[in-house]
């Protein structure tokens, strides 16, 4: 599936409801074929297509530009139907996160969203599948705010020890992020995730229901598409996590057969199913790479040579080429930079 074919995957009409209340409806609407009575319609679907055209379009409304802040604020409580059902009486901490990140991509086909645990952190990334060019701060953020104000109304967690990680410099009105992040927001990051101690998985929900939990889990895996696809794509990357975890020697990078081999699929399946999300395992490849050297560049311990290594390069030199055609600097100078 490519990009075109991502566009025209449906999602909820009742996404655009809310924002229909902020901004002039005509407006609000231009260009994307909906009526306002298409919003109010609990059945109707709207293709990604014209979601991102209504965000456009709310973009170039907007009085302030962290208004999606704020509004997005409003949503927790009322927004995702059986979802938010499963939020609130899930037995712990870690199956409310495993269920948001599961079903949440229904209403935003464009993110595949995933869990990953790395030492003492648990990480809720979100990735893009298409590019979601100036709308992405709203569509990446948005969600964010739900998980956090999800960890601070249920479990009333110490957000101090939560951090946000954005992958895009910041944004002009990063100076108001404290107004609506209770936590560290830090930008240019390696991926956009949440990170929280992976201990607090574990925490107990003192509202959970085991008969309202299976109810609402049934009830969203009835409307859960490309779960298939999906599933894929996290195991893939979680594979990727586990090869490239240990830096203590050099390796090869993982061919295309070792990862369907260790997902139990053919090759010709795990493209397929890559190809259906508009993406290959190249492109995979690729992104895991570019965010792993971040990660390890960071540890200035860490010898240029050590990293090239552990990401599969026999040679320091190429990875330094790649590494320039990814970040349009040497490793050594993104360190200086950084530091």
């Known amino acids: 599936m490519d990009r075109a074919a991502i566009e025209e995957l449906l999602m909820p009409a009742t996404y655009g409801r809310h924002l229909a209340r902020l901004f002039a409806p005509e407006r609000l609407l231009a260009g994307t074929g909906l009526t306002v009575a298409d919003l109010n319609d609990a059945d109707r679907r709207i293709s990604v297509r014209q979601a991102l055209q209504y965000i456009r379009n709310t973009l170039a409304l907007a009085p302030q530009p962290d208004w999606y802040l704020a509004w997005a604020g409003t949503l927790s409580d009322h927004f995702h139907g059986p979802l938010s059902v499963a939020l609130m009486s899930a037995p712990t901490l870690g199956d409310g996160l495993d269920a948001f ?3 949440f991509p229904v209403r935003i086909p464009y993110l595949h969203l995933q869990g990953r645990r790395d030492r003492s952190l648990f990480f809720a990334e979100l990735c893009p599948l298409i590019d979601l060019a100036a709308s992405k701060p709203l569509l990446i953020e948005t969600p964010l705010i739900i998980l956090q104000q999800y960890l601070d109304t249920v479990y009333a967690v110490d957000l101090s020890n ?20 209770k936590c560290p927001v830090h930008f240019d990051a390696p991926r956009n995730a949440l990170v929280l101690p992976a201990a607090w998985r574990e925490l107990r929900n003192l509202g959970y229901l085991e008969s309202t939990w299976s109810h609402a889990l049934t009830q969203c895996e009835a409307t859960m598409s490309s779960s298939r696809e999906r599933t894929t794509l996290g195991q893939l990357r979680n594979y990727l996590c586990r090869a490239f975890e240990v830096i203590d020697r050099p390796r090869a990078l993982p061919t295309l057969n070792e990862v369907a081999a260790d997902l139990h699929l053919s090759q010709r399946t795990l493209i397929r199913r890559l190809r259906r999300l508009g993406t290959t395992y190249q492109k995979i490849m690729d992104e895991f790479l570019r965010t792993r050297a971040l990660e390890l560049l960071a540890n200035d311990r860490t010898k240029v040579k050590e990293v090239a290594a552990a990401l599969g390069f026999s040679n320091p030199a190429n990875f330094g080429k790649t590494f320039k055609r990814w970040y349009g600097a040497s490793p050594a100078n993104y360190r200086a930079k950084r530091a």
Do not use: G, M, N, Q
């Open 162 to 181: 939560v951090s946000i990680e954005l992958d895009y410099p910041p944004t002009p009105h990063a100076a108001h992020y404290s107004r609506y992040f």
């Open 101 to 103: 990140l599961k079903y």
